[in-house]
């Protein structure tokens, strides 16, 4: 049997913090892990991905706190929209947060073979 | 039928204009597309008005805002003092009305008729309304004095509209001192029993005789002039508390000064919390007819004082994040 602190998952590279805009947060950077993106770009992008359409309301404030954590960086505007590129503290925050989840998607899934054998 | 050039700009009617400064060209462009796409989508307006309005309360210093449109912590902690200035003068306002009417409540109430509870809540609520005014002492002499050695002409129009708004607010209220039903005017009989020195719950009812005034006065005991102040004082008042926003918004204040100012706010949330719970109790107890009777008037009195205590509470709360962003 594991350890319990091998099982808790770690996020200590800053997404923790985003409360409510985690979700947005790690969509928008797996986004931006692709390349720079206008807002457009980002929300058909996300919504190919992860069938989830970010709300343009929603998608701004989470750019905002991306922006201003040093997690992404604005570039110059091209015809009005504004492509945003992903940094390296965003890189590696994403890398946090998305090694957490992995163990906790691992976690689940091997509880679930064990005792229901479903997955 | 209107093009989604022109539904994408209302919609952005929602945000601030220090966003939109920063936002508005690329957002717009989002919307636009998003129109074009989805030419219907109720949870898109709602989306957006729910952000615009968050980012709103940023600017008036009731949230923390995020992300580079709103960027210097100092500017931040001084938006929120406004605004904590502004729900602070509505909370004294009505504490004043209610303490007022109480007080002259009392000077008509025999001390052996007067009963316990609401004894109890009227001491509470003098010496948190006392506590307040000497914290307001507390706060207002270091801005005047700042004020004063920083003056520039962006501070000359809410200055004269401060002093003329107070100086009507004196003067109106000296002048209709003890001239209200229930004060001493009007040829009352019965005896007073004293317990506020020199009219000063008198000056008091007078000042917010505009919240407390039983309407059938208006119609028939009262005369022109009366209503003209009844009329006239809440409009003063308001020009006066907004004179007094502008001002601590625009204001050169040092550091230290905001530091001090914020904790002097903390305090004053507190003491108006100490006289809302004394009202409370003096609302829950003075239901029961008599000259302390608290009226439908004072349940809405109460009701709104907690809610500018909430707004105010909030603002000093985002004042100490951004004294704590500003040190670091």
């Known amino acids: ?119 | 039928m209107t093009t989604p050039q022109e539904r994408a700009a209302r919609l952005l009617r929602w945000y601030p204009e220090a966003w939109r400064h920063r936002y508005g060209e690329e957002f717009a462009e989002l919307l636009i597309a998003d129109i074009e796409e989805r030419p219907v989508s109720s949870p898109r307006a709602v989306d957006v008005a729910r952000a615009g309005l968050l980012a709103r309360l940023a600017v008036a210093g009731l949230t923390e805002p995020h992300g580079a449109w709103w960027p210097d912590p100092a500017r931040r902690v001084q938006v929120s003092l406004g605004t904590l200035c502004g729900a602070l003068t509505a909370c004294l306002a009505l504490a004043a009305a209610m303490w007022s009417q109480l007080a002259i409540a009392w000077e008509w109430t025999p001390p052996a008729t007067a009963t316990a509870p609401t004894m109890r809540a009227t001491l509470v609520m003098s010496a948190a309304l006392l506590a307040f005014l000497l914290l307001i002492v507390l706060a207002v002499a270091p801005v005047g004095y700042a004020i004063a050695r920083n003056f520039n002409t962006r501070l000359l129009g809410p200055l004269l509209v401060l002093a003329a708004a107070v100086s009507l607010l004196a003067f109106g209220a000296h002048h209709f001192l003890y001239q209200w039903p229930g004060s001493g005017g009007h040829g009352e009989g019965g005896t007073l029993f004293p317990v506020i020195p020199a009219g000063l719950q008198a000056f008091a009812w007078s000042l917010t005789y505009w919240f407390s005034v039983h309407w059938f006065w208006l119609a028939t005991g009262l005369g022109g002039w009366e209503a003209a102040w009844i009329a006239a004082s809440p409009v003063a008042l308001a020009a006066a508390a907004t004179a007094a926003v502008t001002l601590m918004r625009r204001a050169e204040l040092s550091p230290r000064l905001l530091a001090y100012e914020t904790r002097l706010a903390v305090a004053a949330c507190a003491v108006m919390g100490v006289f809302l719970g004394g009202c409370g109790c003096w609302v829950y107890v003075g239901r029961s007819p008599g000259l302390a009777h608290a009226g439908q008037i004072d349940i809405a009195a109460a009701v709104l004082l907690a809610l500018a205590l909430a707004a105010a509470y909030q603002a000093q709360r985002t004042a100490l994040r951004g004294l704590h962003l500003a040190r670091s």
């Open chain 1, 1 to 119: 049997m594991p350890k319990r602190d091998e099982e808790r998952p770690r996020d200590d590279a800053g997404l923790a913090g985003f409360g409510r805009y985690a979700g947005s947060a790690t969509l928008i950077l797996s986004s931006l892990a692709d390349g720079p993106k206008h807002g457009y770009a980002l929300t058909k992008d996300v919504e190919e991905f992860a069938g989830v359409r970010l709300a343009p309301g929603t998608l701004y404030e989470a750019l905002a706190r991306l922006e201003s954590q040093g997690m992404i960086e604005a570039l110059a505007a091209e015809e009005r929209r504004r492509p945003y590129r992903l940094t390296a503290a965003g890189a590696t925050a994403l890398q946090a947060h998305l090694d957490a989840q992995r163990r906790v998607t691992e976690t689940g899934l091997r509880r679930l073979k064990a005792n229901w054998g479903t997955a």
